[in-house]
């Protein structure tokens, strides 16, 4: 959901950097061949996330929610030259299409790719992380920060994604709607959490950047 009006939205895009063409042909792809294309990051949302990765410069970084690739691309693009980026997700019927893009990035050989539930790959990582993105079901967006804020290195960020969800996280919940619960909990754990500094920022359907003091 965009919480801005079709004018600025436009205008914010139209004054924001271009998608690197490897990136467009992804985007294009992914409306063309995945279900729910709307989950892609997108061009503005992906030039945010780029910009953030290039700030903190990481050596390692965590994706929880693969989808097809495209955030994964963004994020690598201030990866250091050594860094290794991890990036899960549960659906194997992505992967082709993850990997035809990971393949003729320069990232290729940085990239390692799980599939499977994150809850049981994470603790299974040994590596200490500078950047985690979390864009995934938001049930567990609990669970997983759990498991990855004692890998997190001092002045590394975490990254939430959707944490807005359409808006329902400002409404009381329906008892069934067991995402909005889940988020409202989420986004409630980061800011009173003092190992962090954490802003949510309205773009898009909401990102949280927390950084770990």
Known sequence: MNFLSDKIDHYAIDHTQK?????????????????????LSGHYQGRVLSMIS?????????????????????LAEGMQKNGV?????????????????FNVSIYKDQIKTYVGEALEIIPKINDTFDLVFI?????????????VIDK???GGVILSDNVLWSGKVTESP????????????YNKLLVNDPRLETVLLPIRDGLTISRVK
């Not at 063309?32 to 709307?38: E, I, N, Y």
């Not at 079901?137 to 920060?145: C, L, Q, R």
């Open 19 to 39: 998608e690197p063409e490897l990136l467009q042909k992804l985007n294009k792809e992914t409306w063309q061949k995945a279900l729910v294309p709307r989950m």
């Open 54 to 74: 290039k700030l903190v410069q990481p050596k390692n970084i965590l994706e929880i929610g693969t989808y097809t690739g495209y955030s994964a691309l963004c």
């Open 85 to 101: 980026f991890h990036t899960i997700d549960h659906n194997e019927e992505l992967e082709y299409l993850q990997h035809k893009y």
């Open 135 to 147: 864009d995934a079901d938001k049930e567990n967006y609990i669970n997983y920060y759990h498991l």
């Open 152 to 154: 997190m290195n001092s």
């Open 174 to 185: 329906n008892p069934k709607d067991k995402d909005t619960i889940a988020l409202i909990k």
